[in-house]
C-alpha cells in the first residue's frame, strides 16, 4: 500500500471508530442545523479533528479541505475530506455513512479511502494501481443495457435551483432503467459503483469532500466520472454522471436533453 494511503487509513479507521461509537448515543449528541436539511453534530466535527491530526502528524506541510474546517493551509498536495458523509442517516440510526478521503497532488487525484464503520467496509485506491474493497481488487459491473441496469443517485436537498431539471432526468431514467436508489451517501454511492453494486450514479451539487475519493475509485475500478454534460469538470461543479462505460454512456444520453445553463456548469 502507499505510505500516503496507509495515513489516510489510518486516520479514516480512527474517526470510523469514533463513529461507530457514537452511534450509539445517538440521543446524547449535540446538533446544528447549518442550513435547511443540512446538519453538523459534534461527531462530524469530532472526526474531522482526527482525520486532520493524523494526516498532518505525517504530512505537517499538506494543505487540507474539509467540510467543516474549510481550506487550511497551502501545499501541492491537498487532502479533501468528508469526516462523516451521511450524518441525516446517521442521526436517526440509518447505517449509511461514511468516511471519505481524498489526495490532490498538484490537482489530480491520486489517493483515495472511503470507510463505512457500520459494515467495516474499507475501499481503497492508488493512482494507476486499481481499486479495492478490503484488501481485494474491484471492478465496475459489465452490464451493458440501461434497461439491466441498477442506478444510484442523490436526492437535492439543499440546493433546489436544479430541481426540474433533477426530477425530469430523474423520470426518465427510472422508466429506462432496472431501478433507482437513493442510500442517501455519496461517497458510498461511488464506492459502490466502483465495486459493481450500482452500475451509474448521478447527482448534482455536491461538494468536492462528497465526490472526490469516490470519483478516484471508480476511474480506478475501470469506470468513467463526467459531468453532466460528459466534461471533466465535476470536482467544481458538483454534477456528476458515472458508471461502467456502457452505462454512463446511456446516462448522459439520457440526461443530455434536460440540461440547463447551470447544469452544463
Same mark, same amino acid.
Request: hydrophobic share 45%; net charge negative.
Given at each position: 500500500?502507499?505510505?500516503?494511503?496507509?495515513?489516510?487509513?489510518?486516520?479514516?479507521?480512527?474517526?470510523?471508530?469514533?463513529?461507530?461509537?457514537?452511534?450509539?448515543?445517538?440521543?446524547?449528541?449535540?446538533?446544528?442545523?447549518?442550513?435547511?436539511?443540512?446538519?453538523?453534530?459534534?461527531?462530524?466535527?469530532?472526526?474531522?479533528?482526527?482525520?486532520?491530526?493524523?494526516?498532518?502528524?505525517?504530512?505537517? %506541510?499538506? !494543505?487540507? =479541505?474539509?467540510?467543516?474546517?474549510? +481550506?487550511? #493551509?497551502?501545499?501541492?498536495?491537498?487532502?479533501?475530506?468528508?469526516?462523516?458523509?451521511?450524518?441525516?442517516?446517521?442521526?436517526?440510526?440509518?447505517?449509511?455513512?461514511?468516511?471519505?478521503?481524498?489526495?490532490?497532488?498538484?490537482?489530480?487525484?491520486?489517493?483515495?479511502?472511503?470507510?463505512?464503520?457500520?459494515?467495516?467496509?474499507?475501499?481503497?485506491?492508488?493512482?494507476?494501481?486499481?481499486?479495492?474493497?478490503?484488501?481485494?481488487?474491484?471492478?465496475?459491473?459489465?452490464?451493458?443495457?440501461?434497461?439491466?441496469?441498477?442506478?444510484?443517485?442523490?436526492?437535492?436537498?439543499?440546493?433546489?435551483?436544479?430541481?426540474?431539471?433533477?426530477?425530469?432526468?430523474?423520470?426518465?431514467?427510472?422508466?429506462?432503467s432496472a431501478g433507482l436508489r437513493r442510500p %442517501?451517501? !455519496?461517497? =458510498?454511492?461511488?464506492?459502490?459503483? +466502483?465495486? #459493481?453494486?450500482?452500475?451509474?450514479?448521478?447527482?448534482?451539487?455536491?461538494?468536492?469532500?462528497?465526490?472526490?475519493?469516490?470519483?478516484?475509485?471508480?476511474?480506478?475500478a475501470g469506470g468513467i466520472v463526467t459531468d453532466?454534460?460528459?466534461?471533466?469538470?465535476?470536482?467544481?461543479?458538483?454534477?456528476?454522471?458515472?458508471?461502467n462505460p456502457f452505462i454512463q454512456e446511456q446516462?448522459?444520453?439520457?440526461?443530455?436533453?434536460?440540461?440547463?445553463?447551470?447544469?452544463?456548469?
Open positions: 500500500m502507499h505510505p500516503m494511503l496507509n495515513i489516510a487509513v489510518k486516520a479514516a479507521r480512527r474517526a470510523g471508530n469514533l463513529i461507530h461509537r457514537a452511534a450509539d448515543n445517538l440521543d446524547h449528541l449535540t446538533v446544528t442545523k447549518k442550513s435547511h436539511a443540512d446538519y453538523v453534530s459534534e461527531v462530524d466535527r469530532a472526526a474531522e479533528r482526527i482525520i486532520v491530526e493524523t494526516l498532518l502528524e505525517a504530512y505537517p %506541510g499538506h !494543505a487540507i =479541505l474539509a467540510e467543516e474546517g474549510g +481550506a487550511q #493551509g497551502q501545499s501541492e498536495y491537498v487532502w479533501i475530506i468528508d469526516p462523516l458523509d451521511g450524518t441525516t442517516n446517521f442521526l436517526h440510526g440509518v447505517p449509511q455513512y461514511a468516511v471519505s478521503i481524498g489526495l490532490q497532488h498538484n490537482g489530480v487525484l491520486t489517493q483515495s479511502v472511503v470507510y463505512d464503520p457500520t459494515k467495516n467496509d474499507l475501499f481503497t485506491a492508488t493512482r494507476g494501481r486499481g481499486a479495492f474493497l478490503n484488501d481485494k481488487r474491484i471492478r465496475v459491473s459489465k452490464r451493458k443495457e440501461m434497461s439491466d441496469a441498477l442506478i444510484g443517485t442523490g436526492f437535492p436537498y439543499t440546493r433546489f435551483e436544479h430541481k426540474d431539471a433533477y426530477m425530469a432526468i430523474f423520470m426518465d431514467v427510472m422508466q429506462k %442517501g451517501a !455519496a461517497s =458510498l454511492d461511488l464506492a459502490w459503483t +466502483a465495486a #459493481g453494486r450500482f452500475d451509474g450514479f448521478f447527482e448534482t451539487a455536491l461538494k468536492p469532500w462528497d465526490i472526490a475519493a469516490g470519483c478516484l475509485l471508480i476511474t480506478e453532466l454534460a460528459g466534461n471533466q469538470n465535476f470536482l467544481a461543479s458538483g454534477h456528476l454522471c458515472a458508471g446516462l448522459l444520453q439520457v440526461i443530455a436533453p434536460h440540461l440547463t445553463a447551470g447544469l452544463k456548469a
